[in-house]
């Protein structure tokens, strides 16, 4: 026994050393990736030396001679720090994301195959102004010349993520920069998603009862009255297909999750210092390491910082010495989906205005894993490619013999949104940022500017021009063989809307709608927000004049209008009645929630249990509305709060309070007991998840803000070190706003918010400043990794200079790029 004692000690302590000795050589390994900040080294394709600056918080202040020397250094700096994170957007792009990752992945392959995005970006380069070129093929050598030096010097491949996913890294080309702008157009836009969503909706409901689940935006015009779906496709059984889970690196964003953003700006005559001030906080999907990366670019020129995204070679919200601007997503009607009919003598052709006409087809491999490759035949019409049937959910509504095919503005190859992006940051008044607007397609954004007297918004890209008699208006897939429905080109960039220098000194957008009534052409019907808008308004219009401090104080503003508005609705009989329901076991929880709600602001703060059981309880009472009217499977991927709904319903608009009776049951249910019954599954929920002591639940223990690694995340152990998450305040309709998933097992985590704010002052332009969520850099082992996103989450910022010397005074290291041979 003794002796078999021995040797299991002995084979214990020996797995224990092995360990051991895996763990520190898996360090070292990855160590040797982290980029040295204090160095000098040899490249070629610069003409002069280039000097990176990193900052104390890591953000690079880049000094070349020549324009393309600082995009130079700037190509290299993102390769530095984000080189996974560029691979990954770009491999997305090219559709190989499944050669990494099996499986998993295929379905976006084979979508972002069909869609072409890298062909698309291809045929977009040489339609660039020279400049732009110029400009794509520096930031690219820039990048090249990291890999070569991680190739040569051994540095761990770049990235820990390579040792785990390895494959040989190509050079960078300019692209690969256009086809991550295609990706970024890609997530920006969700019209596909919502046009599937009203066409199923439509098969079970009534036009009215549909017009109260998606709503139109306040005081938008109808155009018309749209057919419903059943009566252009009178052969279309609705069938309930449940969703296809949702993979972290899939770029297609859920519904309600295609970009937002807030954005606001006053001139000198609502300033304190009577110089124009300005404000952005771009939302997107969290992640570690964030899209953002902050980085100052000093050209012959002058100087610029701000915001960009590791693969685009440009600043893409900043401001120079006299000029600002920032982005809010407009919610431009830029796809359409096309029902085209397969003709039924030749399954190789469909139908047309015309007759007859061949499907355009290529067959291609995709790589999966270690399996052999699969091909793939993808097919094109002329109104664009064929989506596979598991994206946007068109299965559901494409009736047999026929296929769905997506138009989108982004597809089109004469875009010169690259020139847009390079030409912004040399702007130094209002009217040049328009001009450097005048190319952009997609994506459509709405540009708030700032120059030293001028403040404006002005929509950067641009609609689709349908014709009056377009049968589906934007809002459902129309038959593709009819003439009307065909787009008649793009609305003109001059008539896009704009709004300059108004009497009030304010210009706002919070992803509201962008147009008046009478403006003649379709923008869209989906805006991206009804309810922030609120709250900006009056937060910004009570102050007579604004500060650097009083826009950070709107930015990080937690207050919920619509808390504060549904409350009065859903909970206005139950407040002051007493005891709502008889005496039972949950009496003690359900006095003291109420209680605690009709004290409450709507302040969503992390802190107290207030938000907590306002969101609660909003989800459960809008699930019980829907879930007879819709069934269970289609209620069920419903997840996500329309507040206009439950305010049409318990306001009784056009007899929207009907969704209150269970038309399955025998009594007629009162909008009350909707009130009462959901409040009960909330608490119940809540108690299980949290205690039976009110007092002790907080908002942040739900609202978790998930910066996970899209897939060191899913690989057990690793995801403790490569996720960032935090307990947040805000939430879906904040200002501060962190959205949440609405599904999964937390559904009010927050997992859409404001990865970069930025506050501009041209009083003190220095005293600007900025933040993004996580760190600059994005290994794992650095220190930089998650060091700015204690800031982040407080709401604190830091300094947005372009002062050399302060840059230099406090720099933790210089990087020197020097030409070859010197």
């Known amino acids: ?62 000094f070349g001679e020549t324009e393309e020397d600082v995009y130079f250094g700037l190509g290299y700096a993102h390769a530095q720090d984000r080189l996974w994170q560029m691979t990954i957007l770009r491999r997305t792009a090219q559709g190989r994301l499944s050669e990494l990752f099996g499986e998993a992945t295929f379905e976006i392959d084979h979508l972002l195959r069909a869609l072409d995005i890298y062909g698309v970006a291809r ?51 300019p692209t690969d920069s256009i086809a991550v702008n295609r990706i970024m157009a890609l997530q920006l836009t969700g019209h596909a998603g919502l046009e599937v969503r009203r066409a199923e909706l439509s098969l079970l409901l009534q036009p009215e009862r549909l017009r109260d689940l998606m709503p139109d935006a306040p005081e938008v015009a109808m155009m018309g009255g749209s057919p419903e779906f059943a009566e252009l496709f009178p052969e279309m059984d609705f069938a309930a297909l449940p969703e296809m889970p949702r993979h972290p690196l899939d770029p297609v964003a859920p519904l309600g999750f295609a970009g937002a953003s807030n954005a606001w700006a006053v001139d000198g005559s609502r300033s304190a210092s009577g110089a124009t001030l300005m404000a952005s906080d771009p939302h997107l999907g ?63 052709r469909y139908l047309t205005p015309d007759g007859s006409q061949p499907f355009r087809t290529r067959d291609i491999l995709i790589g999966v894993g270690d399996e052999p490759a699969r091909t793939v035949t993808l097919r094109w019409t002329r109104h ?51 001009r450097a607007l005048e190319g952009l397609i997609a994506p459509s954004q709405n540009f708030t500017m700032a120059d030293r007297e001028q403040v404006a918004i002005q929509v950067g890209g641009r609609a689709p021009l349908r014709r009056e008699t377009h049968q589906g208006e934007g809002r459902i897939p129309v038959p593709g063989w009819v003439e009307e429905n ?32 009478d403006f003649p052409y379709h923008v869209s019907h989906d805006w991206g927000d009804t309810q922030r808008i609120q709250r900006a308004r009056r937060l910004l219009a009570e102050r007579e004049f604004h500060t650097v401090d009083s826009f950070i104080e709107a930015q990080t503003d937690t207050v919920s209008q619509t808390a504060r508005i549904l409350l009065s609705l859903v909970a206005r009989d139950l407040f002051w009645t007493g005891n709502p329901v008889s005496e039972d076991a949950l009496s003690p929880i359900r006095n003291v929630a109420l209680d605690r709600l009709a004290d409450w602001n709507g302040e969503m703060s992390e802190h107290g249990p207030e938000g907590l059981i306002y969101a609660a309880w909003m989800r459960h009472l809008q699930h019980r509305l829907i879930r007879d009217e819709l069934g269970g499977p289609m209620a069920e991927r419903i997840t996500r709060l329309e507040p206009l709904f439950i305010e049409r319903v ?33 608490l119940l929920d809540l108690r299980e998840r949290y205690g039976s002591r009110v007092e002790g639940w907080r908002w942040g223990d739900a609202h978790l803000a998930m910066q996970e690694h899209e897939v060191l995340s899913r690989v057990p152990g690793l995801s403790l070190i490569a996720s960032i998450i935090q307990p947040t305040s805000g939430g879906d309709n904040t200002l501060m706003r962190g959205l949440t998933a609405g599904d999964g097992p937390n559904p009010f985590a927050n997992v859409h918010a404001s990865g970069l704010r930025m506050v501009v002052d041209f009083g003190d332009p220095e005293s600007s400043r900025y933040i993004i969520s996580t760190g600059q850099s994005g290994h794992l082992l650095s220190r930089h990794y998650d060091d700015l996103s204690v800031l982040w989450r407080r709401g604190d910022y830091i300094p947005m200079s372009l002062s050399e010397d302060r840059a230099r005074a406090d720099a933790i290291g210089v990087t020197e790029l020097v030409p070859r041979g010197e």
């Open 486 to 517: 065909d787009w008649l080109g793009l609305v003109p960039f001059e008539e896009m809307p704009g709004t300059y220098n108004p009497r009030s000194g304010l210009v706002l957008n919070t992803n509201n709608r962008v147009t008046v009534r």
């Open 123 to 173: 045929a977009m380069v040489p339609n660039q102004s020279e400049r732009t070129q110029a400009a794509m093929r520096a930031y690219a050598d820039g990048v090249n010349a990291r890999l070569a030096e991680v190739q040569v010097e051994a540095l761990g491949r770049g990235s820990p993520e390579f040792f785990i996913f390895s494959r040989a890294i190509a050079p960078w080309t």
């Open 384 to 434: 664009g490619p064929v989506i596979p049937p598991h994206r946007y959910g068109v299965a559901a509504i494409t009736p047999p013999g026929h296929v769905a095919a997506l138009a989108w503005t982004a597809l089109d190859p004469t875009d010169r949104s690259m020139d847009s992006l390079i030409e912004m940051p040399f702007a130094r008044s209002v009217e040049e940022g328009r």
């Open 650 to 682: 318990f306001r009784d608009i056009d007899g929207a309070g009907v969704w209150c009776d269970v038309r399955t049951s025998a009594p007629v249910e009162t909008c009350l007991e909707m009130a009462r019954l959901s409040l009960d599954d909330a």
């Open 1 to 62: 026994m003794v002796t078999l004692f021995r040797w299991l000690v002995r084979i214990v302590l020996g797995l224990g050393l092995l360990a051991a000795g895996l763990l520190v050589l898996a360090w070292y390994l990855a160590s040797g990736s982290l980029p040295d900040y204090e160095s000098r080294v040899e490249v070629e394709g610069i003409t002069a030396p280039v000097e990176i600056v990193r900052d104390r918080h890591a953000v690079p202040h880049i």
């Open 286 to 348: 969290l992640s570690a390491p964030s899209i953002w990366m902050l980085a100052r670019l000093e050209f012959p020129q002058g100087g610029v910082i701000g915001g960009t995204i590791p693969g685009l070679p440009g600043v893409i919200i900043g401001r120079n010495d006299d000029f600002a601007w920032g982005l809010t997503t407009t919610g431009t009607d830029d796809q359409d989906i096309y029902i085209e009919r397969i003709d039924p003598a030749d399954p190789d």
